[in-house]
C-alpha cells in the first residue's frame, strides 16, 4: 500500500500541492497572529482531504476529481469527529484514572500522548471504515464496521500506527536537530521578517504529515473494499491464495 500511496500522490500532485499549501498558510496564519486560532481548520482540511482520496479509491479512480459530488461527506464528519472525541477522553481519563494527574504538567501531558498514540489507531482499526461506508452509499452501522476491524487487526494498527506517528516522529527530528545548528525552526515570522529555514522545515513537515495521511486514508478504504468483496468457499485453492496474499500484505 506504501506504492499505492508514492503512486496516488503523484497523480493527484497538484491537488496534494493545494493541501499542503492550505495547511502552511494556516500554520503561518497562526505563528504570525501569536495564537492558536485554526487548529479546527487544520483539522477540517485533513478529513476533507482524507474523504476525496477514500471517495477515489471506492470509486476507483486514480485521481480526485468532481470536488463538488460531496455525498456522504456530512455523515463522514461526524463520524470521524466522533471516533476522535473517544479517543482524547481515553487519552485523558485514561491516565488521570490511574493517578497520573498528580505528576508534573510535562509527564501527564507526555503520558497522555503516549495513550493517544496507541488508541488512536487502535481504534481507527476497528471501527476506522465506520465513516467511509457513507461513501460507498452503504448503511452499514458501528457493529459491522467493528466486524470488519477485527480482521487482520495487528497489520492494520501497525500500518495505521506508521502513517500518523512516523511523519510526526520525523518533523520532531528535523526541527532538534535545526534548533541544535543554532536555526530557529519554532517561528515563521522572526522579528518582523520571514524565517526561510523554518518556512523549509515547515512545507516538509506538511509533506509528510500529508503523505501519511494519505496511506492512512488508502490503507481504510483497501480494508472497506476487501471486506466487502465476497470470499471463496473455506478450504477451496481460491481461499488458500486469498490467505496466501494477506500474509504477504502485511510486509508491504
Do not use: H
Not at 495564537?35 to 485521481?63: C, M, T
Not at 523549509?200 to 466487502?228: D, H, M, N, T
Amino acid at each position: 500500500m506504501l506504492g499505492e500511496a508514492i503512486s496516488f500522490v503523484r497523480r493527484n500532485l497538484s491537488f496534494v500541492c493545494v493541501v499542503v499549501a492550505a495547511n502552511c498558510a494556516l500554520v503561518a496564519f497562526d505563528d504570525y497572529s501569536g495564537g492558536n486560532k485554526s487548529n479546527s481548520a487544520q483539522f477540517f482540511v485533513a478529513l476533507s482531504f482524507g474523504f476525496f482520496i477514500q471517495k477515489a479509491i471506492l470509486n476507483g479512480d486514480e485521481k480526485v476529481s468532481n470536488l463538488t459530488d460531496k455525498r456522504g461527506f456530512g455523515g463522514y464528519i461526524w463520524k470521524n469527529l466522533l471516533i476522535m472525541l473517544v479517543v482524547i477522553g481515553i487519552g485523558i481519563g485514561a491516565p488521570v484514572a490511574f493517578g497520573a494527574a498528580s505528576l508534573s504538567k510535562n509527564v501527564f501531558l507526555l503520558l497522555c500522548l503516549a495513550v493517544i498514540a496507541i488508541i488512536l489507531p487502535l481504534l481507527l482499526a476497528l471501527v476506522g471504515t465506520w465513516p467511509i461506508a457513507g461513501i460507498a452509499g452503504s448503511n452499514s452501522g458501528l457493529s459491522a464496521a467493528f466486524s470488519r476491524g477485527k480482521r487482520g487487526l495487528a497489520p492494520t494498527f501497525l500500518r495505521l500506527f506508521a502513517g500518523l506517528f512516523l511523519p510526526f516522529i520525523g518533523a520532531l527530528i528535523l526541527m532538534t536537530a535545526a534548533t541544535s545548528m543554532s536555526y530557529e525552526a519554532d517561528s515563521i515570522f522572526s522579528d518582523g521578517k520571514l524565517n526561510l529555514i523554518a518556512l523549509a522545515i515547515l512545507v516538509i513537515c506538511q509533506w509528510a504529515s500529508i503523505f501519511g495521511l494519505c496511506y492512512v486514508s488508502i490503507v481504510l478504504a483497501r480494508k472497506l473494499l476487501s471486506s466487502e468483496a465476497p470470499r471463496p468457499p473455506f478450504g477451496g485453492r481460491q481461499g488458500n491464495a486469498i490467505a496466501a496474499t494477506s500474509v504477504s500484505e502485511i510486509f508491504e
